[in-house]
């Protein structure tokens, strides 16, 4: 024991000292920042003097409507969007939207009327404007703009998506309001009217049910386990093939039977990796709270289900480190070990994908037999537990096949590294891996 | 404590085979405490593998390992001490903390190890380097770093896997010194290499092995003994035509200045000075040689084959 512990020390401490970790530590969340926050702050930058627009009101009422909707750009409660859009299928048009509603900029407007000229004179007038840098866009309100009649965005920069859905909604909701005015009806009634109903889920136990929550939950641990195992499986497989590169192997087996060795090194490199794990939440968790308050920005989940997610998180760590460290004890360097232990990674994609199957029916034989397949396991029976949980025996099983998966795996390759030792310098072709394990 | 009576290590037809391979081929050996044991032979003779099956990282396939009078297991393993011939430290770890490491590994407490650690590093002239990474010492005191570790826990059965390859004159020096003192503290030492000079000048008993079949072991004088031959080392002016007589001489070869002439088994180093002398050939050097390591293992593996 006292040798596993100088094994699991030596790792920790060797790693933890060095100058990479604390790099890493402190520039991930960095990085991090940078691709979330940062390009919202570049989008939300002002761009200097607000953008100057002229209206040309052909229908004689509108101005003051639209004026007022355009630069009083506050959302109104019926025409609120739903404000979850799904990761992923956000076109570049709903991401516009989305933005131009985040983004409050300030318009610069401009009332032209035709005061007796043609619709062309003063189009060509503004043009003249735009074109000299007087005025970045106009609009043109046509006089049936209340029966169908098409507005016109004339600016020199049509590519601007953000100010053109801005407007576009500004004018959407003048003539909204105005034909409701129109037809005799008092808008505000309507707005009361017309309030959406929350439609609250709950579970069969009456308790509030946590399954958008539980889904970002599944999808964040398989995040994680991804990010974890992509970031930390290649220190294992270093940690591994460290002896053997450096030929202390068989000072090492001189010394210590080669499952503790094996075990120490996976567990030195795990609580590296927890360390900064850990670090990360911290500060994660530190800054969004002084950010936002912590009672807004944390939902409210049942402490079980951060019990759930930290076991499962745990587990799918150790069973896929596990593999890095098989690959580490059959090959040489650690180049051809990140090829070979790729393809297991993809498994746990494949787990993902499994995972919006098992959201519609958590209680299928489906979803049972992913949920006990150690590879799919961390992910799809955490899934399982947010949404429908399981009969206890079922999760106690999935952990068990799970840490038997892990310890086995651990065993496999410490027999595999400890007769591959002895073969020293060459690269084991599958056949000779297969008869290492079997020899004593 | 060490009994002076019970062999500290016996091997008894052991076996091991790689496959169609056979590594060791039934070795039956034994190894007195308190004495320096050269295990002797040829690159890839079977050295080697011999000493991973006595510290337990391969098991032989045959045979029977006994040490310190109890069958092999893995907890005789802190009595050992290791030098293997692949050898390597941490590149990126400090010396001091190396060394402590690899005393936990054979059960050390870390204070303990500290203060020996200390005394080790002065004694190999390395004190100023505790604090420097593996990867800036030298390939020599690197070297001794890996000999520190495998005496740091005092183990009573010493291992030392070809310790003097790639040692400087004066380092190798030091290290048989270093040898020859665990020695005198009451340490069993096995010592395997293939340079002759060296298991001469150091060992007590030797056991050869070629080809992973042992070819003869013993007692080193008594081995010697046993196999004096009739060799002189001559340097003369003039002998030229009398060496040639096959009744008396088998066989003549140049030893740098010197002329070493195999008597037959008839013929006795009188006769040929003898014949020296009647034939008024100038004699500068008459020197009756002892066989070396080199010459028994030749004569040892043709008789054997």
């Given at each position: 024991?006292?040798?596993?512990?100088?094994?699991?020390?030596?790792?920790?401490?060797?790693?933890?000292?060095?100058?990479?970790?604390?790099?890493?530590?402190?520039?991930?969340?960095?990085?991090?920042?940078?691709?979330?926050?940062?390009?919202?702050?570049?989008?939300?930058?002002?761009?200097?003097?607000?953008?100057?627009?002229?209206?040309?009101?052909?229908?004689?009422?509108?101005?003051?409507?639209?004026?007022?909707e355009i630069s009083d750009n506050e959302e109104r409660p019926q025409t609120a969007t739903p404000t979850m859009t799904p990761p992923g299928a956000a076109g570049a048009r709903e991401r516009a939207q989305q933005t131009a509603k985040m983004v409050k900029p300030d318009y610069a407007l401009e009332r032209v009327d035709l005061n007796g000229r043609t619709l062309d004179e003063v189009k060509a007038s503004l043009d003249r404007r735009v074109a000299s840098r007087d005025l970045d866009a106009y609009l043109i309100l046509p006089p049936n703009l209340l029966n169908g009649g098409e507005p016109e965005y004339h600016a020199r920069n049509t590519a601007d998506m953000i100010t053109k859905e801005q407007l576009q909604r500004s004018i959407s909701q003048a003539v909204r309001s105005q034909r409701l005015v129109e037809n005799g009806i008092d808008e505000r009634r309507l707005d009361e009217l017309s309030k959406p109903i929350h439609l609250k889920a709950r579970g069969v136990g009456g308790e509030e049910s946590k399954g958008e929550v539980g889904f970002f939950l599944v999808f964040g641990a398989a995040m994680l386990i991804y990010m974890s195992v992509l970031l930390y499986g290649q220190v294992v497989l270093g940690a591994v093939i460290e002896e053997k590169e450096t030929r202390i192997a068989e000072i090492l087996f001189s010394s210590m039977r080669s499952f503790p060795l094996m075990m120490g090194k996976l567990i030195g490199v795990s609580l590296v990796a927890l360390t900064q794990l850990g670090i990360w939440a911290v500060t994660f968790v530190a800054v969004s709270a002084w950010a936002a308050g912590i009672s807004s920005s944390i939902p409210h989940i049942s402490p079980f289900i951060f019990i759930y997610f930290a076991v499962f998180f745990l587990m799918g760590f150790f069973i896929y480190a596990t593999v890095y460290a098989v690959v580490g004890s059959m090959v040489t360097t650690t180049q051809e070990g990140g090829q070979l232990a790729m393809p297991v990674v993809l498994f746990l994609v494949a787990a993902l994908f499994v995972s919006f199957n098992i959201i519609r029916s958590p209680n299928s034989p489906l979803a049972f037999w992913a949920s006990m397949f150690p590879f799919f396991a961390p992910i799809t029976m955490l899934v399982r537990v947010v949404t429908e949980t399981p009969p206890l025996w079922q999760i106690l099983l999935s952990l068990g096949i799970g840490i038997a998966t892990a310890v086995g795996l651990i065993w496999l390759a410490s027999r595999i590294y400890r007769v591959g030792m002895l073969m020293t310098g060459k690269k084991a072709t599958l056949p000779e891996v297969w008869r290492w394990v079997r020899q004593e | 404590?060490?009994?002076?009576?019970?062999?500290?290590?016996?091997?008894?037809?052991?076996?091991?085979?790689?496959?169609?391979?056979?590594?060791?081929?039934?070795?039956?050996?034994?190894?007195?405490?308190?004495?320096?044991?050269?295990?002797?032979?040829?690159?890839?003779?079977?050295?080697?593998?011999?000493?991973?099956?006595?510290?337990?990282?391969?098991?032989?396939?045959?045979?029977?390992?006994?040490?310190?009078?109890?069958?092999?297991?893995?907890?005789?393993?802190?009595?050992?001490?290791?030098?293997?011939?692949?050898?390597?430290?941490?590149?990126?770890?400090?010396?001091?903390?190396?060394?402590?490491?690899?005393?936990?590994?054979?059960?050390?407490?870390?204070?303990?190890?500290?203060?020996?650690?200390?005394?080790?590093?002065?004694?190999?002239?390395?004190?100023?380097?505790?604090?420097?990474?593996?990867?800036?010492?030298?390939?020599?005191?690197?070297?001794?770093?890996?000999?520190?570790?495998?005496?740091?826990?005092?183990?009573?059965?010493?291992?030392?896997?070809?310790?003097?390859?790639?040692?400087?004159?004066v380092s190798v020096d030091l290290m048989k010194e270093t040898i020859l003192e665990q020695k005198t503290s009451g340490k069993t030492i096995i010592l395997s290499t293939h340079q002759m000079e060296i298991a001469e000048k150091l060992c007590d008993d030797i056991c050869m092995i070629n080809k992973s079949r042992k070819v003869f072991d013993g007692h080193l004088r008594e081995v010697r003994r046993s196999f004096a031959q009739n060799v002189v080392a001559l340097r003369t002016e003039g002998a030229d035509g009398l060496l040639d007589d096959p009744e008396l001489i088998t066989n003549v070869r140049q030893n740098g200045d010197d002329t070493e002439v195999l008597l037959t088994a008839d013929a006795s180093p009188q006769i040929l000075l003898k014949r020296l002398v009647d034939a008024n050939v100038k004699i500068t050097k008459f020197e009756l040689v002892e066989p070396t390591l080199h010459d028994i293992f030749v004569a040892k593996v043709k008789e054997s084959a």
């Open positions: 024991m006292n040798k596993f512990f100088a094994v699991v020390k030596r790792e920790y401490v060797q790693r933890v000292r060095t100058r990479f970790f604390v790099v890493a530590t402190i520039l991930g969340p960095l990085v991090s920042i940078g691709f979330t926050v940062v390009p919202a702050l570049m989008i939300g930058l002002k761009t200097g003097a607000p953008p100057r627009i002229a209206i040309v009101d052909q229908t004689g009422n509108m101005y003051e409507r639209v004026a007022s | 404590m060490i009994d002076e009576t019970k062999p500290t290590l016996i091997l008894e037809h052991v076996t091991k085979r790689f496959g169609e391979f056979t590594a060791v081929n039934d070795l039956s050996v034994q190894v007195r405490p308190g004495r320096v044991f050269g295990l002797i032979g040829p690159n890839g003779a079977g050295k080697t593998t011999t000493i991973r099956m006595i510290v337990n990282i391969t098991i032989p396939d045959s045979g029977r390992i006994e040490l310190f009078g109890q069958p092999m297991e893995t907890s005789l393993q802190d009595r050992i001490g290791y030098l293997p011939e692949e050898r390597g430290l941490y590149r990126k770890m400090k010396v001091g903390e190396q060394l402590r490491f690899f005393a936990e590994l054979k059960n050390l407490s870390g204070r303990e190890a500290d203060k020996r650690i200390d005394a080790w590093l002065k004694k190999l002239e390395l004190s100023s380097w505790k604090d420097k990474r593996a990867k800036d010492l030298s390939k020599g005191m690197q070297q001794k770093v890996q000999f520190i570790a495998s005496v740091i826990h005092e183990p009573d059965l010493l291992i030392l896997d070809e310790p003097f390859s790639g040692l400087d004159p």
